[in-house]
């Protein structure tokens, strides 16, 4: 009989390199289990072999250790073929193995199919919920929230995940409004990676009033703009040209200079950098800037290649790793495929002990 499966959401077109990710993970727990993965369906499912393996697989998971998924959870049932007047009573069978918190997600994909379910995910919430309050199934000291995934509207899949160590966003989408003067989209993408990737106490105090940041390939100004909307003075470094409204505020430097190969003459407290360049390259002066206590907080975007893009962002964050170990630096890192990005990763690396100048 095949176990129930994992179920991991990721942007349409990157279900192989969710699926080698999430592969590698029950490899490096010695958890034998292989990948269903459909193209463009926008999430992929991973099954073990049986109960033992797949509740060890649940108890290692966490979110923010995988790069290509924006959600998780363990199904632990497929409804298919759902009475179109009562879809309700069996997703409640599957509730009452399920204690759950008052964390209820019920779900649809980022695939052109599954945006279409959008409204319908949206009406269908509030009625479960208030279904599974009158059956005695909220749990409000539970650890876990219960997903329905909707594939279509009599088809779902049902299943929980831990409070602490899934999104409470539904899909694990951070959906945000582009700022009106924001210089470009990209803005957006930064913005999200704050959000994200750093915790609230690593906002505070990376992100501050009177705080220097530095931005690698800033024109126009995109990234540059989130970190002046919170307080910061930034030096840009690019050969192109910066967004006038922004270079009004005073709160900007723009140096026409190599990103490369510039470097503050004190440090800064945040670099950022979203340069179209070779994703090798970029990690390189990452790690440059880092073990040489230029900045304590980088956060910056890999750009992806055709190919093998999993073990292309593993290589890159190992190089970096790597140095910074060799340099005797404690440190924290994190790397998602945002839902602002594209055919880029974002990560952030920040050292456990603040950089001082010489």
């Not at 699926?19 to 993970?25: C, D, H, N, Y």
């Not at 199934?137 to 299943?159: A, K, M, P, Q, W």
């Not at 006038?244 to 004190?266: G, I, S, Y």
């Amino acid at each position: 009989m095949q176990q129930a499966p994992f179920v991991f959401f990721c942007r349409p077109g990157f279900e192989s390199d969710c699926a080698a990710e999430v592969q590698a993970i029950a490899n490096t727990y010695e958890l034998a289990g292989y990948a269903n993965a459909q193209a463009d369906t926008g999430y992929v499912r991973f099954y073990l072999f049986d109960d033992a393996t797949s509740k060890r697989f649940f108890e290692v998971l966490d979110l923010d250790d995988i790069i290509f998924a924006r959600q998780w959870f363990w199904a632990r049932a497929e409804l298919e073929d759902l009475p179109l007047d009562d879809r309700i009573s069996p997703i409640l069978e599957v509730g009452k193995d399920v204690a759950v918190g008052k964390s209820l997600l019920v779900e649809h994909l980022d695939s052109d199919e599954g945006r279409e379910l959008s409204k319908f995910c949206k009406k269908f919430t509030t009625p479960l919920t208030i279904a599974m309050e009158r059956q005695g199934l909220i749990n409000e000291e539970s650890d876990f929230r219960l997903h329905v995934l909707f594939l279509e509207t009599d088809h779902c899949l049902v299943g929980y995940s831990p409070l602490a160590r899934s999104s409470h966003l539904k899909s694990g989408i951070l959906r945000l409004k582009a700022p009106k003067n924001a210089p470009s989209r990209s803005s957006l993408k930064l913005d999200e990676a704050i959000q994200v990737l750093m915790s609230r106490t690593q906002q505070r105090e990376a992100l501050r009033l009177g705080n220097t940041g530095a931005d690698l390939g800033a024109a126009p100004g995109g990234w540059t703009f989130q970190l002046v909307e919170r307080g910061l003075q930034v030096t840009a470094v690019d050969n192109g040209t910066m967004d006038k409204k922004l270079m009004a505020t005073d709160q900007v430097e723009h140096l026409k200079e190599n990103a490369f190969t510039w470097l503050p003459k004190k440090p800064v407290n945040v670099l950022v950098c979203d340069m179209v360049e070779k994703p090798s390259l970029v990690a390189d002066l990452m790690a440059k800037w880092l073990e040489g206590g230029h900045t304590q907080h980088a956060i910056f975007n890999l750009k992806l290649p055709m190919k093998k893009r999993f073990q292309e962002v593993a290589d890159c964050i190992d190089l970096i790793c790597d140095r910074l170990e060799d340099a005797d630096l404690s440190y924290y890192w994190q790397a998602k495929h945002l839902y602002h990005d594209r055919e880029e990763v974002t990560v952030y690396f920040r050292l456990k002990s603040k950089v001082t100048s010489n």
